[in-house]
């Protein structure tokens, strides 16, 4: 990775030189590998995976990859202004400019497709959480705890636009990415977490845990990615075909394997895609290598060659 980055900052004053850069090149490479890891798992419905875009025209799993190379740069800065900080309006102005030049680096790489945007906020919040707790107290639970008063202070210089999670938010009346961020990360903390860990206890793949894990965060969160696409008909397909998918034993399962074939099917004919639960299992993969004390994401390992096309195979 390169160094010079760390300082294409307008945080140059001692606080900021005297962070500690293993740590915030370790965090910022687990979120890249994070996101990486998301998009690389196959099979998922409705989103980019290994077989092709899902109900995207705009992405593919080349961009998903290079965005999140992209973004990395901008995530160890998150991690290097919160090193010796705490929450407070300050450092959460700080993260917001560095998000905001993260997003205008992103559209430059991906061609103006919003590949990663909700991932930015997401994971530059539990970055930044982590990189502010001492290793032996960065549990999953704190982490979003400190990721949570963080959210918790206005960004004063944010530009004046409604985004399409904010509109979407407000018109279904639904918590939205920042919404989740202000309630601790319920749905990875208290589902998407322990749906991992309990897949992994009972000799699951790891493939099959992450794919249950997504499942368990689509069959109950109000994603906003699908709302803005294809209304309330197509969250309540995603959540009711999720829980099919789990209540058939899950995606490890014959039955519910064509369950989740049969969910992909539904989302591609809608042209509909659950980012969010896509962002939140990025997290919670994220958040398990931490408490697990990892140095690296394990990287999807099903074996399948990308295709990298615009369809289904």
């Not at 965090?27 to 998301?38: D, P, V």
């Not at 900080?85 to 959460?92: G, I």
């Not at 906003?224 to 969250?235: I, K, N, S, V």
Request: glycine share 10%.
């Amino acid at each position: 990775m390169r160094a010079d980055f760390l300082f294409e900052t307008d945080f140059r004053n001692p606080s900021f030189l005297a962070y500690d850069q293993a740590r915030a090149v370790w965090l910022a490479r687990l979120g890249r590998q994070a996101l990486i890891a998301e998009a690389e798992l196959t099979p998922k419905p409705g989103l980019v995976d290994r077989r092709g875009s899902g109900a995207h025209s705009d992405l593919s799993l080349a961009i998903m990859r290079r965005s999140a190379f992209t973004i990395e740069p901008y995530f160890c800065q998150m991690a290097a202004v919160s090193q010796g900080s705490y929450p407070s309006q300050a450092l959460r102005e700080r993260l917001a400019l560095i998000g905001r030049n993260a997003e205008r680096a992103m559209l430059r790489a991906t061609g103006g497709s919003n590949s990663h945007k909700g991932a930015i906020w997401i994971l530059g919040l539990l970055i930044s959480a982590a990189a502010l707790l001492d290793e032996d107290k960065a549990s999953a639970s704190v982490v979003a705890a400190t990721a949570k008063k963080i959210a918790s202070f206005e960004d004063r210089a944010a530009p004046r636009l409604i985004s399409h999670g904010d509109m979407v938010a407000q018109q279904y009346g639904v918590p939205g990415a920042r919404g989740e961020a202000l309630r601790g990360f319920p749905h990875v903390v208290n589902l998407a977490l322990p749906m991992l860990h309990s897949r992994r206890a009972g000799g699951a793949t790891e493939r099959v845990a992450r794919l249950d894990t997504l499942l368990s965060v689509m069959s109950r969160l109000d994603d906003t990615c699908l709302l803005y696409r294809g209304g309330e008909e197509a969250l309540v397909t995603a959540k009711d075909g999720a829980a099919a998918v789990l209540n058939a034993g899950g995606s490890g399962t014959p039955f519910g394997e064509q369950q989740l074939k049969r969910l992909d099917r539904q989302l591609l004919e809608m042209e509909v895609s659950p980012g969010g639960s896509g962002d939140l299992l990025a997290a919670t993969l994220f958040l398990d290598a931490i408490e697990r004390g990892q140095e690296e994401v394990e990287a999807d390992r099903n074996g399948l060659e990308d295709t990298d096309g615009a369809h289904r195979a």
